[in-house]
Protein backbone atom coordinates (compact mmCIF):
# COMPACT_ATOMS: atom_id res chain seq x y z
CA UNK A 1 0.00 0.00 0.00
CA UNK A 2 1.08 3.18 -0.95
CA UNK A 3 1.93 5.77 2.16
CA UNK A 4 -0.79 8.69 2.32
CA UNK A 5 0.78 12.07 2.27
CA UNK A 6 0.87 13.46 5.03
CA UNK A 7 0.55 17.58 3.92
CA UNK A 8 -3.05 18.24 2.67
CA UNK A 9 -2.07 21.55 1.54
CA UNK A 10 0.74 22.17 -0.14
CA UNK A 11 3.80 24.85 -0.68
CA UNK A 12 1.29 26.41 -3.63
CA UNK A 13 -1.68 26.58 -0.96
CA UNK A 14 -3.08 23.79 -3.15
CA UNK A 15 -5.37 20.90 -2.16
CA UNK A 16 -4.65 17.14 -2.85
CA UNK A 17 -7.05 17.35 -5.74
CA UNK A 18 -5.27 21.38 -7.01
CA UNK A 19 -8.29 23.21 -5.48
CA UNK A 20 -7.94 26.20 -3.89
CA UNK A 21 -9.40 26.18 -0.75
CA UNK A 22 -12.47 28.05 -1.09
CA UNK A 23 -12.80 26.34 -4.57
CA UNK A 24 -15.98 23.93 -4.84
CA UNK A 25 -15.34 20.08 -6.43
CA UNK A 26 -17.00 19.84 -9.96
CA UNK A 27 -20.49 19.60 -10.25
CA UNK A 28 -22.99 18.51 -12.38
CA UNK A 29 -26.79 18.29 -11.40
CA UNK A 30 -29.22 16.62 -13.40
CA UNK A 31 -33.30 16.68 -12.56
CA UNK A 32 -35.54 14.04 -13.60
CA UNK A 33 -33.43 11.39 -15.20
CA UNK A 34 -35.93 8.06 -13.17
CA UNK A 35 -39.08 8.35 -15.05
CA UNK A 36 -40.78 5.72 -12.41
CA UNK A 37 -40.57 8.16 -9.63
CA UNK A 38 -42.77 11.09 -9.39
CA UNK A 39 -39.55 13.18 -8.63
CA UNK A 40 -35.81 12.87 -9.48
CA UNK A 41 -32.33 13.94 -9.41
CA UNK A 42 -28.66 12.97 -9.79
CA UNK A 43 -25.90 14.60 -8.37
CA UNK A 44 -21.66 14.16 -9.23
CA UNK A 45 -19.76 16.37 -6.72
CA UNK A 46 -16.33 15.43 -7.21
CA UNK A 47 -16.36 11.74 -6.85
CA UNK A 48 -19.67 11.79 -5.38
CA UNK A 49 -22.31 10.04 -7.50
CA UNK A 50 -25.71 10.46 -5.84
CA UNK A 51 -29.52 10.21 -6.77
CA UNK A 52 -32.56 10.79 -5.46
CA UNK A 53 -36.15 9.65 -5.91
CA UNK A 54 -38.93 10.79 -4.46
CA UNK A 55 -42.37 9.65 -4.38
CA UNK A 56 -45.74 11.39 -3.17
CA UNK A 57 -47.65 12.62 -1.71
CA UNK A 58 -49.47 9.71 -1.55
CA UNK A 59 -51.80 7.48 0.79
CA UNK A 60 -49.81 6.77 3.93
CA UNK A 61 -48.15 3.20 4.89
CA UNK A 62 -48.79 2.10 7.12
CA UNK A 63 -52.00 3.92 7.88
CA UNK A 64 -51.67 4.52 11.43
CA UNK A 65 -48.65 6.72 10.96
CA UNK A 66 -50.87 9.40 8.83
CA UNK A 67 -51.54 12.68 10.69
CA UNK A 68 -54.65 14.36 10.22
CA UNK A 69 -53.37 17.41 9.49
CA UNK A 70 -50.53 17.29 7.44
CA UNK A 71 -48.26 15.05 5.33
CA UNK A 72 -45.54 12.63 6.96
CA UNK A 73 -41.78 13.42 5.20
CA UNK A 74 -39.64 9.95 5.33
CA UNK A 75 -36.21 10.00 4.05
CA UNK A 76 -34.09 6.81 3.33
CA UNK A 77 -30.27 7.28 2.53
CA UNK A 78 -28.43 4.10 1.54
CA UNK A 79 -25.21 3.68 0.72
CA UNK A 80 -24.57 1.04 -2.17
CA UNK A 81 -22.25 -1.98 -1.12
CA UNK A 82 -19.93 -0.45 -3.99
CA UNK A 83 -19.64 2.90 -3.35
CA UNK A 84 -16.81 2.70 -0.84
CA UNK A 85 -13.77 1.32 -1.14
CA UNK A 86 -13.89 -1.60 1.51
CA UNK A 87 -17.53 -2.94 0.69
CA UNK A 88 -20.41 -1.25 2.51
CA UNK A 89 -22.85 -3.92 4.42
CA UNK A 90 -26.26 -3.31 2.77
CA UNK A 91 -28.13 -3.32 5.59
CA UNK A 92 -28.76 -0.14 7.33
CA UNK A 93 -25.64 1.20 9.74
CA UNK A 94 -26.46 3.52 12.64
CA UNK A 95 -24.34 6.14 9.89
CA UNK A 96 -27.49 5.74 7.26
CA UNK A 97 -30.05 6.06 10.40
CA UNK A 98 -28.30 9.39 11.82
CA UNK A 99 -27.98 10.83 7.77
CA UNK A 100 -31.41 9.98 6.58
CA UNK A 101 -32.92 12.34 9.69
CA UNK A 102 -30.41 14.88 9.35
CA UNK A 103 -31.45 14.69 5.37
CA UNK A 104 -35.17 15.03 6.39
CA UNK A 105 -34.34 17.62 8.88
CA UNK A 106 -32.98 19.76 6.16
CA UNK A 107 -35.64 19.66 4.08
CA UNK A 108 -39.39 19.77 5.93
CA UNK A 109 -39.04 23.17 6.36
CA UNK A 110 -38.98 24.10 3.00
CA UNK A 111 -42.56 21.92 2.23
CA UNK A 112 -45.76 23.32 2.49
CA UNK A 113 -46.88 19.64 5.23
CA UNK A 114 -50.08 20.81 5.87
CA UNK A 115 -51.41 21.57 1.88
CA UNK A 116 -51.57 17.22 2.09
CA UNK A 117 -53.07 15.56 5.14
CA UNK A 118 -53.08 11.93 5.40
CA UNK A 119 -50.49 11.31 3.11
CA UNK A 120 -47.16 10.61 3.30
CA UNK A 121 -43.58 11.59 0.94
CA UNK A 122 -40.87 9.31 0.87
CA UNK A 123 -37.82 10.25 -0.62
CA UNK A 124 -34.65 8.24 -1.37
CA UNK A 125 -31.09 8.56 -1.37
CA UNK A 126 -28.93 6.61 -3.10
CA UNK A 127 -25.39 6.83 -2.97
CA UNK A 128 -23.65 5.01 -5.74
CA UNK A 129 -20.06 6.47 -5.00
CA UNK A 130 -18.86 8.13 -1.67
CA UNK A 131 -15.90 10.75 -1.28
CA UNK A 132 -16.70 13.25 1.77
CA UNK A 133 -19.84 15.17 1.84
CA UNK A 134 -22.80 13.06 0.79
CA UNK A 135 -25.43 14.32 3.58
CA UNK A 136 -24.65 17.68 1.57
CA UNK A 137 -24.89 16.62 -1.60
CA UNK A 138 -28.06 14.53 -1.01
CA UNK A 139 -29.66 17.26 0.36
CA UNK A 140 -28.92 19.23 -2.90
CA UNK A 141 -30.24 16.54 -4.69
CA UNK A 142 -33.33 15.35 -2.89
CA UNK A 143 -34.12 19.21 -2.87
CA UNK A 144 -34.88 18.60 -6.51
CA UNK A 145 -36.30 16.02 -6.56
CA UNK A 146 -38.86 17.36 -4.27
CA UNK A 147 -39.53 19.93 -7.11
CA UNK A 148 -39.41 17.98 -9.82
CA UNK A 149 -42.37 15.62 -8.32
CA UNK A 150 -44.00 18.78 -8.46
CA UNK A 151 -44.15 19.15 -4.46
CA UNK A 152 -44.80 23.02 -3.57
CA UNK A 153 -42.24 24.69 -1.36
CA UNK A 154 -40.98 27.25 -0.05
CA UNK A 155 -37.57 27.41 -1.39
CA UNK A 156 -35.08 25.14 -2.70
CA UNK A 157 -32.66 23.58 0.07
CA UNK A 158 -28.99 23.24 -1.17
CA UNK A 159 -25.82 22.67 1.39
CA UNK A 160 -22.15 22.35 1.61
CA UNK A 161 -19.42 21.93 3.73
CA UNK A 162 -16.57 23.87 5.30
CA UNK A 163 -13.72 22.79 7.47
CA UNK A 164 -10.64 23.43 8.39
CA UNK A 165 -7.72 20.90 7.03
CA UNK A 166 -3.74 22.10 7.93
CA UNK A 167 -5.13 24.81 9.67
CA UNK A 168 -6.44 26.30 6.78
CA UNK A 169 -10.22 26.85 6.17
CA UNK A 170 -11.42 25.08 3.07
CA UNK A 171 -14.35 25.02 1.21
CA UNK A 172 -16.36 21.05 0.22
CA UNK A 173 -13.92 18.69 1.74
CA UNK A 174 -13.26 15.26 0.34
CA UNK A 175 -12.74 12.17 1.91
CA UNK A 176 -9.60 12.35 2.63
CA UNK A 177 -9.85 15.69 3.83
CA UNK A 178 -12.77 14.61 5.90
CA UNK A 179 -10.95 12.26 7.55
CA UNK A 180 -7.30 13.52 8.03
CA UNK A 181 -8.40 17.46 8.76
CA UNK A 182 -9.31 19.35 11.53
CA UNK A 183 -12.96 19.49 10.91
CA UNK A 184 -15.80 19.29 8.67
CA UNK A 185 -19.27 21.81 9.28
CA UNK A 186 -21.92 20.70 6.66
CA UNK A 187 -24.38 23.55 6.05
CA UNK A 188 -27.65 23.38 4.66
CA UNK A 189 -29.99 26.66 3.60
CA UNK A 190 -33.05 27.74 1.79
CA UNK A 191 -31.15 30.86 -0.27
CA UNK A 192 -34.44 32.90 -0.84
CA UNK A 193 -35.80 33.06 2.94
CA UNK A 194 -31.78 33.17 3.96
CA UNK A 195 -33.01 30.28 6.47
CA UNK A 196 -30.03 27.56 8.02
CA UNK A 197 -32.03 24.33 7.97
CA UNK A 198 -29.07 22.36 9.22
CA UNK A 199 -25.80 23.03 10.89
CA UNK A 200 -23.46 20.36 12.33
CA UNK A 201 -19.76 20.18 13.39
CA UNK A 202 -17.11 17.43 13.53
CA UNK A 203 -13.79 18.13 14.68
CA UNK A 204 -12.34 21.11 16.92
CA UNK A 205 -12.71 24.74 15.60
CA UNK A 206 -12.00 28.01 17.70
CA UNK A 207 -15.08 30.49 17.40
CA UNK A 208 -13.07 32.64 14.69
CA UNK A 209 -12.73 29.78 12.68
CA UNK A 210 -16.54 27.91 12.84
CA UNK A 211 -17.79 31.54 11.77
CA UNK A 212 -15.57 31.73 8.86
CA UNK A 213 -16.26 28.04 8.21
CA UNK A 214 -19.89 28.69 7.89
CA UNK A 215 -19.47 31.45 6.00
CA UNK A 216 -17.10 30.05 3.63
CA UNK A 217 -20.20 26.92 3.27
CA UNK A 218 -22.63 29.58 2.76
CA UNK A 219 -21.31 31.25 0.12
CA UNK A 220 -20.52 27.35 -1.50
CA UNK A 221 -24.20 27.02 -0.73
CA UNK A 222 -25.11 30.00 -2.56
CA UNK A 223 -22.85 29.13 -6.01
CA UNK A 224 -24.54 25.39 -6.10
CA UNK A 225 -27.91 26.91 -5.52
CA UNK A 226 -27.64 28.42 -9.26
CA UNK A 227 -26.39 25.08 -10.76
CA UNK A 228 -29.48 23.56 -9.26
CA UNK A 229 -31.84 26.31 -10.82
CA UNK A 230 -30.14 25.94 -14.12
CA UNK A 231 -30.69 22.17 -13.63
CA UNK A 232 -34.14 22.59 -13.14
CA UNK A 233 -34.74 24.64 -16.16
CA UNK A 234 -32.72 22.51 -18.56
CA UNK A 235 -35.22 19.88 -17.14
CA UNK A 236 -38.17 21.85 -18.03
CA UNK A 237 -36.65 23.22 -21.32
CA UNK A 238 -36.44 19.64 -22.39
CA UNK A 239 -40.05 18.95 -21.77
CA UNK A 240 -40.64 22.28 -23.75
CA UNK A 241 -39.13 20.97 -26.41
CA UNK A 242 -41.40 17.62 -26.81
CA UNK A 243 -44.13 19.44 -26.39
CA UNK A 244 -43.81 22.05 -28.57
N1 LIG B 1 -17.30 6.47 4.30
C1 LIG B 1 -16.75 5.22 4.05
N2 LIG B 1 -17.41 4.12 4.55
C2 LIG B 1 -18.56 4.20 5.29
C3 LIG B 1 -19.09 5.48 5.54
C4 LIG B 1 -18.43 6.58 5.02
O1 LIG B 1 -15.72 5.12 3.39
O2 LIG B 1 -19.10 3.17 5.72
C5 LIG B 1 -16.63 7.66 3.73
C6 LIG B 1 -17.43 8.23 2.54
O3 LIG B 1 -16.56 8.63 1.51
C7 LIG B 1 -18.11 9.42 3.17
C8 LIG B 1 -17.02 9.89 4.11
O4 LIG B 1 -16.53 8.68 4.68
O5 LIG B 1 -18.49 10.38 2.21
C9 LIG B 1 -17.43 10.86 5.18
O6 LIG B 1 -18.49 10.35 5.91
P1 LIG B 1 -19.32 11.25 6.93
O7 LIG B 1 -19.95 10.32 7.92
O8 LIG B 1 -18.49 12.36 7.45
O9 LIG B 1 -20.52 11.84 6.04
P2 LIG B 1 -20.48 12.75 4.73
O10 LIG B 1 -19.24 13.62 4.79
O11 LIG B 1 -20.44 11.80 3.55
O12 LIG B 1 -21.74 13.53 4.79
Given at each position: ?24 R ?24 I ?33 V ?75 C????V ?16 G ?62
Open positions: MSQKPEKLIDKKGLRLDGRKPEELSIKIEVGILPNADGSAYIQQGKNKLAGVYGPREMHPKHLARPDRTVLRCRYHMAPFSQERKSPAPSRRDIELSKVIRESLQPAIFLEYYPRTGIDIFVEILQADGGTRCASITAASLALADAGIPMRDLVVAAAGKDDTIVLDLMDTEDKKGADVPVALMPNLNAITLLQMDGILTFEEFEKAVNLALKGCRKIYTMQKEALKAKYESVKEVEE
